[in-house]
């Protein structure tokens, strides 16, 4: 069973900061700056720039989740209210698992619910996953296969079956990307198509 803790730009800690900068040097490659570099100075769009230079992790807006497996981090994923819209929160962003827990489904079982849960505590009415187009992800992909989510629909599972996707890309801040999403509130409708990638 996992923990997790969830931290914030206004309030995380020196200790905490270094702990997460060693899990993603020892859980990410040299060429993968969305991890690894760790100072203002570097302009790459990594988690140290939207903890610190974008305040995405603010506690008005949005958290980093870190799953610890007793004292050690093995995953972490941060979510935040969208420019998009404030109905609208972003989950999964940054996303790293610990190499040796890459083929457990810490993300998808105990991240995910836990950021689900937190948004719909915090009043937000769709949450959505951004995946780059040229990468299929497997929680893409498992929310976009019916037959996938039926099979493995079970008492603990049932947050799949909730979760539709985009039939076309969308444009957000410079980047084409794919959506996975949920309306939290089943009153609540979102024009995608103004925001569609198709024919830009």
């Not at 890459?102 to 948004?119: A, H, K, L």
């Amino acid at each position: 069973m996992y923990q997790i803790k969830e931290l914030h730009s206004d309030t995380i800690t020196e200790s905490e900061i270094q702990s997460i900068i060693e899990f993603c040097d020892s859980n990410s490659n040299d060429s993968n700056y969305r991890y690894q570099h760790h100072t203002f100075e570097q302009d790459k769009n990594n988690w140290y720039t939207l903890m610190f230079k974008e305040g995405r992790f603010l506690k008005a807006i949005g958290g980093l989740c870190v799953a610890y497996e007793g004292d050690n981090i093995i995953a972490i994923s941060g979510y935040s209210q969208s420019d998009i819209n404030p109905n609208i929160f972003i989950g999964g962003i940054r996303t790293l698992k610990a190499v040796d827990h890459r083929d457990f489904s810490t993300i998808i079982e105990y991240i995910i619910p836990y950021q689900r849960q937190t948004i719909i505590d915090r009043g937000g009415r769709c949450v959505i996953f951004l995946i780059e187009t040229e990468k299929q992800a497997s929680f893409y992909r498992l929310a976009r296969n019916m037959s996938v989510r039926k099979r493995i629909k079970n008492e603990d599972r049932n947050y799949y079956t909730t979760f539709s996707t985009l039939d076309y890309p969308i444009h957000i801040n410079n980047s084409i990307l794919n959506v996975v999403y949920e309306y939290l509130d089943p009153n609540y409708k979102f024009d995608w198509q103004s925001l569609s990638a198709v024919g830009s």
